[in-house]
């Protein structure tokens, strides 16, 4: 049987480690030489295979891929951009299939969350339809741990480690100068809809901090909120509120309401901190700092778990191994096995089950007061963000890949992304 070339491409925000599932797809892509010809990566994510705009990986060295794995960013370029239903779409489909045709690509990875799982399946539908043999699997990515079907998603366990790394060392700041200045400090986290970000800060509270969670899947309520941070003030004498930029008012409106939609479709967020902050001002009179974590947040590789940074590898190689198996339309997906010692297993989940599927908080693991997170949920946490995945540095900084991304030549007429 004739080898056929591999596709791979990012897809949406990304994260401190989804750069080493790229070195995982494209490294055990290589050790199968005998059935994969080359991995071509599509620049700037899906819109490189509608623009043709690809990168041949085999002009990257060995220690080039390896290093990948230590690299925050997207290697290759990411974008938001949504490829809709096939039949409002289709013409964007049938592009896919004609430059994987004419590239002589039999398997797509695509890097992502629950938008990409949907992308990648309907990939792999209208493959079959057009009679053309491609293996389409996703590779899961997303630091909002939504994905339905896994233990948790790479990219979680390194943004939650950095969120209770940042949040213990402000609020021990903020217990320093809390007589005579700052009481409240406010955190902003990423989550539009799943509150598993901010459930990282509550992992502050074993280190004796008064912390109040504020998460998408509990209705805010602005007196018990009050209530409840100067209870915390009044208690220990300043108080830190991690708040999930998806917090949102009983009647659905988000505290950090912006308008715009990006490409997906997803309202733009971003200032729930502030208002928080003023709210404690105005109701409490205590003083106030704030911060969004924004981007530092899943871009922070330096400080990335053990347990991400292998997951994230993980996931790219047993995608290729399921693609080797003879799979289509599915996601390699984490099994948890144990908790104590952390324990866990790659399984094999449908995209049909995981594409447009949002998995939030377990009611469980957040307190009856909505305002914190239980031993459950911790248990669940705390094997995610552990160890020290350090990359090497020099004259003190990280040493990152930088690729040469060298271009294929294009074949087809040029095409125009709507």
Request: net charge positive; charged share 25%.
């Amino acid at each position: 049987m004739a080898r056929k070339n591999a596709f791979y491409a990012q897809s949406g925000g990304v994260t401190a480690v989804i750069n080493a599932s790229a070195s995982g797809v494209i490294q055990t892509a290589r050790a199968y030489r005998n059935q994969i010809g080359k991995v071509y990566a599509g620049r700037d994510g899906i819109i490189g295979a509608l623009t043709e705009d690809l990168i041949d990986t085999s002009k990257e060295s060995t220690a080039a891929i390896a290093l990948l794995r230590n690299t925050p960013g997207g290697a290759f370029g990411s974008c938001r951009y949504k490829l809709k239903s096939l039949e409002s779409h289709r013409r964007e489909y049938q592009r896919l299939i004609e430059v994987f045709e004419a590239h002589d690509i039999g398997y797509f990875f695509y890097n992502g969350g629950g938008d990409s799982a949907d992308t990648c399946l309907k990939v792999s539908q209208l493959a079959e339809a057009m009679n053309y043999p491609i293996q389409a699997i996703h590779v899961p990515k997303t630091v909002d741990n939504d994905l339905p079907l896994t233990d948790c998603c790479p990219g979680f366990g390194s943004v939650a480690k950095y969120v209770a790394v940042s949040a213990l060392e402000a609020s021990l700041d903020v217990r320093s100068m809390a007589r005579t200045s700052t009481k409240v400090f406010v955190l902003e986290v990423m989550g539009r809809h799943a509150g598993w970000i901010a459930a990282a800060g509550g992992l502050i509270e074993d280190h004796g901090v008064p912390v109040v969670v504020l998460f998408p899947e509990v209705p805010f309520d602005e007196q018990k909120f009050l209530a409840r941070v100067e209870e915390r003030v009044a208690r220990h004498g300043f108080c830190t509120v991690v708040v999930s930029e998806g917090a949102r008012h009983e009647d659905g409106r988000f505290l950090a309401q912006q308008g715009p939609r990006d490409a997906f479709g997803h309202e733009q967020l971003g200032g729930a901190a502030p208002v928080v902050a003023r709210m404690i001002r105005q109701a409490l009179g205590h003083k106030f700092h704030w911060a969004v974590a924004d981007y530092l947040q899943r871009a922070a590789r330096h400080i990335a778990s053990t347990t991400d940074a292998r997951q994230a590898y993980e996931a790219g190689a047993a995608a290729v191994k399921l693609a080797m198996e003879g799979h289509n339309a599915v996601m390699p997906a984490i099994e948890r096995i144990s908790d104590k010692p952390y324990r866990y297993r790659f399984g094999v989940a449908p995209l049909s089950e995981v594409a447009n599927v949002e998995k939030h908080m377990p009611r469980h693991y957040i307190t009856p007061d909505g305002f914190g997170i239980t031993e459950d949920c911790k248990r669940y946490l705390r094997p995610l963000i552990r160890g020290e995945d350090y990359p090497k540095y020099k004259d003190g900084v990280p040493v990152y890949a930088t690729l040469k991304n060298v271009p294929v030549a294009r074949k087809l007429a040029t095409f125009d992304v709507r």
